[in-house]
């Protein structure tokens, strides 16, 4: 909003803006606050924003009762594996199309952003059967080797930001007689560091969330991640203040993850588009 716009229409927007953060937060509000209840005061009418007493055991039940620690470690082994793939692979193979006239160029480029429009549901079936003949159902295989393999949304992302970058960075490096590899992890991986982060942000967030993957592929309990976790606890028909407190661990990492890469992710989303 410019200086010129009236001031009726800034209370508006800000009182929109108020309205529609609180309807955001509100559902995490609400399951914070449910997660310290006890069993009566769930159902107490009218219903409690601010419990009293708050009761923190049942966070201390929940890591006990449904072994949510070790969900937790499953559920960073696989995103740390995951984001470490995604993020070389994806700069790798943008860095290739970015910097590089080569036959089929287009084409390749093209295939790849067309990939994006085909749904997961299509491909899942053939992929279960490509694991199960390499024997790798019920292990991380197949959650984790697809991130060291690219994704055409990651590839997009680091092709963008780096064709913002100029060109005679790369000329120069050539001419001081350093080899493409050494241009690659010296000089335009961390000015990259921007598209990274978001490019983190995204893997982080599907990894940790992703329910659909091990869910095919994991049969073992101890090998659950923390999705999986909460499928499982909700079968066990335990109250909702468990329930509530085991959504909270599982969100809480996703959100503190956020907070602290906010300034890069929203400077790398921005970046991207600086240039086609």
């Known amino acids: 909003m410019t200086k010129a716009t009236p001031w009726p229409l800034k209370v508006l927007m800000y009182i929109l803006l108020i309205a529609g953060a609180v309807c955001m937060i509100f559902p995490f509000v609400w399951m914070l606050s449910t997660s310290l209840k006890t069993v009566g005061a769930i159902a107490q009418m009218p219903p409690q924003l601010i419990p009293n007493p708050l009761n923190w055991d049942n966070y201390a039940t929940i890591w006990n009762r449904v072994d949510f620690g070790r969900y937790t470690l499953n559920s960073f082994i696989i995103v740390v594996f995951d984001m470490i793939g995604s993020l070389l692979s994806c700069a790798f193979v943008a860095f290739g199309l970015a910097m ?17 429009m085909i749904p997961s549901q299509v491909t899942m079936i053939p992929t279960y059967f490509i694991w199960k003949e390499f024997g790798a159902l019920n292990s991380y295989y197949p959650l ?6 690219g994704g055409a949304f990651g590839i997009f992302l680091m092709h963008q930001f780096i064709k913002s970058l100029p060109r005679e960075l790369y000329e120069s490096a050539t001419m001081d007689g350093c080899n493409p590899l050494g241009i690659f992890f010296r000089i335009y991986l961390p000015l990259c560091k921007p598209a990274l982060a978001a490019l983190g942000v995204f893997t982080f967030m599907g990894a940790w969330n992703n329910t659909l993957g091990p869910l095919i592929y994991l ?6 991640t923390l999705p999986l976790g909460l499928l ?45």
Do not use: C
């Open 144 to 149: 984790i080797i697809p991130s060291f393999l």
């Open 219 to 224: 049969q073992d309990k101890t090998l659950y």
């Open 100 to 116: 590089y006239n080569f036959k089929l160029r287009g084409p390749i480029y093209v295939m790849m952003l067309a990939s994006l």
């Open 232 to 276: 499982y606890l909700k079968s066990e028909n335990v109250n909702q203040a468990l329930l509530m407190a085991g959504a909270v661990i599982t969100t809480l990492p996703v959100i503190i993850v956020y907070l602290f890469a906010q300034k890069q992710f929203v400077q790398g989303i921005a970046s991207t588009g600086m240039k086609g």
